[in-house]
T-cell receptor, first 115, second 114 residues
Framework: GAGVSQSPSNKVTEKGKDVELRCDPISGHTALYWYRQSLGQGLEFLIYFQGNSAPDKSGLPSDRFSAERTGGSVSTLTIQRTQQEDSAVYLC?????????????FGEGSRLTVL | GENVEQHPSTLSVQEGDSAVIKCTYSDSASNYFPWYKQELGKRPQLIIDIRSNVGEKKDQRIAVTLNKTAKHFSLHITETQPEDSAVYFCAASKGGGGADGLTFGKGTHLIIQP
């Protein structure tokens, strides 16, 4: 596809369940980011992947959060034992990271609601 | 790490008037300052950016100014139109990506009154 694709677009789950959110970046983009957007809280950085380098996990809020990127393309964000405060929109973005290229291309997001 | 403050959180202006959104940053090493626009229910999209070697950049009705000494930068929208209604995010970066990637402000909800 032409843009960053995320699924599911909406997810409602019960407290304590695990969820997986998927991101398919723009083809050829080596950098992939996950952000969390809560109401009135802006864009909170979670994790960053760049090529084959070790990911920057400095933004993950707890050890219940993890992410993988297989084959340098698709990424999955996993939240274990979900809590109500995990409710938010999870945005994925990719970037080409070529010389001077810093624009982030965002997906539509996955809206997570934890009941 | 970098801290980006953005004001105001909500801004309401009459159609045709100008709107100004201001941001400050804390890390003097930051050298890249983009602005993203997020319409209701849509994804954020880059609208303009500025690098530390320039003080001002314009693109039609939008402009961004940068004051590195004071560590603040602003977005100016002139002749506002209904389609300008959105949430605007400023950000700052040292440009290395990853650990020193973009830090976003909390956003400004711009409302254009008809």
């Amino acid at each position: 596809g032409a843009g960053v694709s995320q699924s599911p677009s909406n997810k409602v789950t019960e407290k304590g369940k695990d969820v997986e959110l998927r991101c398919d970046p723009i083809s050829g983009h080596t950098a992939l980011y996950w952000y969390r957007q809560s109401l009135g809280q802006g864009l909170e950085f979670l994790i960053y992947f760049q090529g084959n380098s070790a990911p920057d996990k400095s933004g993950l809020p707890s050890d219940r959060f993890s992410a993988e990127r297989t084959g340098g393309s698709v990424s999955t964000l996993t939240i274990q034992r979900t809590q109500q405060e995990d409710s938010a929109v999870y945005l994925c973005a990719s970037s080409s990271r070529t010389s001077g290229g810093r624009e982030l291309f965002f997906g539509e997001g996955s809206r997570l609601t934890v009941l | 790490g970098e801290n980006v403050e953005q004001h105001p959180s909500t801004l309401s202006v009459q159609e045709g008037d100008s709107a100004v959104i201001k941001c400050t940053y804390s890390d003097s090493a930051s050298n890249y300052f983009p602005w993203y626009k997020q319409e209701l229910g849509k994804r954020p999209q880059l609208i303009i950016d500025i690098r530390s070697n320039v003080g001002e950049k314009k693109d039609q009705r939008i402009a961004v100014t940068l004051n590195k000494t004071a560590k603040h930068f602003s977005l100016h929208i002139t002749e506002t139109q209904p389609e300008d209604s959105a949430v605007y995010f400023c950000a700052a970066s040292k440009g290395g990506g990853g650990a020193d990637g973009l830090t976003f402000g909390k956003g400004t909800h711009l409302i254009i009154q008809p």
